[in-house]
Antibody
């Protein structure tokens, strides 16, 4: 059973870069059947998909965030990461990492517990 | 971009009652529609995929239906642990996905 855990600073200054890491246990991030993603949720609001990365390193990003987002794999640490540049208060949210399979259900079926990132000076 | 709308925004029901939640897409998503449940302070949990398939471990009281633009999530008899927010999500352009705004089911 996969387990995912987000880590990173809880406070980021406006205009700086938000950096988060997701540590994966119970499976390898290089497993061909899995993909890995980031989803965020502003306080009291709904879910927003940020992006997805496959074991090959191929990435897909939300068009509304694409210019500011980078998702990458660190196979040596069995982790994947999120970088979001030029943050503003609108980027304040709980950030979740999640995984899905390249087969039914084609959905995020394992999630981390989430980490709150606040953008404030 | 396909936009999902969910109705009602909130639903107040008693344990044992039937809950019917709706999700509408701005254009056809075939049956590429997923439902998640989220309880306060927790990550979302996968309930239903491809419109009508229950995910592993999901009780039979949860069912999904629909195709094209109109979808329904039904909880046949609400248990206390079912009071939560429910999100639909479409994957027509997988792995790009979009979520609906959610329906909150709370205790009457």
């Amino acid at each position: 059973q996969l387990q995912l855990q987000e880590s990173g600073p809880g406070l980021v200054r406006p205009s700086e870069t938000l950096s988060l890491t997701c540590s994966v246990s119970g499976g390898s991030i290089t497993t061909t059947t899995y993909y890995w993603g980031w989803i965020r949720q502003p306080p009291g609001k709904g879910l927003e998909w940020i992006g997805t990365i496959f074991y090959t390193g191929t990435t897909y990003y939300n068009p509304s965030l694409k210019s500011r987002v980078t998702i990458s794999l660190d196979t040596s640490k069995n982790q994947f990461s999120l970088k979001l540049t030029s943050v503003t208060a609108a980027d304040t949210a709980v950030y979740y990492c999640a995984s899905g399979r390249e087969s039914p259900p084609y959905a995020f079926d394992y999630w981390g517990r989430g980490t709150l990132v606040t953008v404030s000076s | 971009e396909i936009v999902l709308t969910q109705s009602p925004a909130a639903l107040s029901l008693s344990p044992g009652e039937r809950a019917t939640l709706f999700c509408r897409a701005s254009q056809s998503v075939s049956t590429y529609l997923t439902w998640y449940q989220q309880k306060p302070g927790q990550a979302p949990r996968l309930l239903i995929y491809d419109a009508s398939n229950r995910a592993t471990g999901i009780p039979a009281r949860f069912s999904g239906s629909g195709s094209g633009t109109d979808f329904t999530l039904t909880i046949s008899s609400l248990e206390p642990e079912d009071f939560a927010v429910y999100y639909c999500q479409q994957r027509t352009n997988w792995p790009r996905v979009t979520f609906g705004p959610g329906t909150k089911v709370d205790i009457k």
